[in-house]
């Protein structure tokens, strides 16, 4: 399970960097960018979009880092994925429609996590 979850993760992280390239213009031309959150209830501008990029960006390695946490069996990576996942949750909600898979990703980590401890397997 362990192991699952770390690829699930890393697989996640790697899924962020989309949020991140589409904030700083990285993407290919075609490429939504929008400068709202909420459906486009809340403005944010072009640097509050580039803040938000950074914290896509931060999410992103904070997930494959908690990935290797979980292959290498370290003490922290439940605790650090459950928190990550959460923070990741609250990001992808506020992108809703575009992050809706997003959101299922999330609750599937999360989830499992917690059957994990009910279990006793993490």
């Known amino acids: 399970m362990r192991i699952v979850l770390a690829v699930l993760m890393a697989v996640h992280g790697m899924a962020h960097l989309v949020g991140f390239a589409g904030a700083w213009r990285l993407a290919p031309e075609g490429f ?9 209830h809340l403005e944010l501008g072009d640097a509050g979009t580039r803040a938000v990029g950074v914290v896509w960006l931060g999410l992103a390695l904070a997930f494959v880092v908690t ?17 990550v ?38």
């Open 67 to 83: 990935a290797v946490g979980a292959v290498g069996a370290a003490a922290w990576w439940p605790q650090a994925a459950l928190g």
């Open 32 to 40: 939504p960018y929008k400068t709202t959150l909420l459906a486009g």
């Open 85 to 122: 996942a959460l923070v990741s949750m609250l990001l992808s909600a506020s992108e809703w429609p575009e992050a809706r898979l997003g959101v299922v990703i999330n609750v599937v980590i999360i989830s499992a996590l917690l059957l994990g401890w009910w279990l006793g397997r993490i």
